[in-house]
């Protein structure tokens, strides 16, 4: 129960890792992600869904698929696979029922060669807020597991002003996209945002992760589970 087994005999579907390597459908192992190329028999040949999925099991031969979200609104710098969906959960959690910040986004950011998320948030930032995204980005195994091997350094927030959306909207739009296809984010899957905001960073800013709170274990039980 709970499997849901392609249907191979209506398309050609195949599927690519984030090596780049390519399995038809009956090949992908059971446990990894990856996004689909679809080919029909009216010609379209290859085409990126731009879905990333998981394949979490076989019904025969034949594997089964969950989806994870759109490979575009995926974030993988070590191994964590950061979903949209699940950071916009984890925002929920984080912030009282109706305090959401206007702004909140997290995003990767290198620093010393080594990768670290950051929440942009126009919002006062407390001692705490850091510790407790932390512990429950965690709840994403993947992001666990490389926090685990020291791959990941432990996550930041950065205070930013209530006007902080036009500077995100005017990169994406020099980057090339169109104004009515930008929209706010949990997560944006692009790095460098600490630069793109330095001039605007409010001093209220928390590299150090606490210890989670009491607030946020009852938080965390209410998230869902991702991979």
């Known amino acids: 129960g709970g499997l849901h087994p ?17 399995r038809v459908a009956g090949d992908p192992c059971v446990g990894k992600l990856y996004t689909v190329l679809l080919t029909t028999g009216g010609g ?5 869904l731009q879905d990333l999925v998981e394949v979490d099991g ?10 994870i979200g759109k490979a575009a609104s995926v974030s993988d710098r070590t191994g964590e696979k950061l979903t949209d969906g699940f950071v916009g959960q984890v925002l929920a959690a984080l912030f009282a029922p109706g305090a959401r910040p206007s702004f909140a986004m997290l995003a990767p950011e290198a620093e ?3 990768w670290r998320y950051v929440l942009y948030v126009n919002a006062p930032v407390g001692p705490t807020l850091a510790g407790r995204l932390d512990a429950m980005l965690s709840q994403n195994p993947q992001y666990a597991y490389c926090r685990r091997l020291g791959q990941l350094n432990p996550a ?3 205070r930013v002003p209530a006007d902080t959306y036009g500077r995100y ?4 739009r020099n980057a090339g996209q169109r104004m009515g296809d930008i929209k706010p984010v949990s997560l944006s ?14 001093p209220d800013r928390c590299a150090r992760m606490l210890p989670a709170t009491r607030q946020t274990s009852n938080q ?4 869902s589970r991702e991979g």
Do not use: Q
Not at 58 to 67: A, K
Not at 169 to 172: I, N, T, V
Not at 220 to 223: A, I, N
């Open 6 to 22: 392609l249907a191979v005999r209506s398309h050609f579907l195949e599927f690519e890792d984030d090596g780049g390597r390519v």
């Open 44 to 48: 379209l040949y290859r085409y990126r």
């Open 58 to 67: 076989r019904v025969g031969r034949t594997p089964s698929i969950r989806f």
């Open 112 to 114: 010393s060669g080594r």
């Open 156 to 158: 930041e927030t950065m």
């Open 169 to 172: 909207a005017d990169r994406l």
């Open 189 to 202: 899957p692009l790095d460098g945002w600490s630069a793109v905001f330095s001039d605007m960073v409010v």
């Open 220 to 223: 965390l039980s209410g998230l």
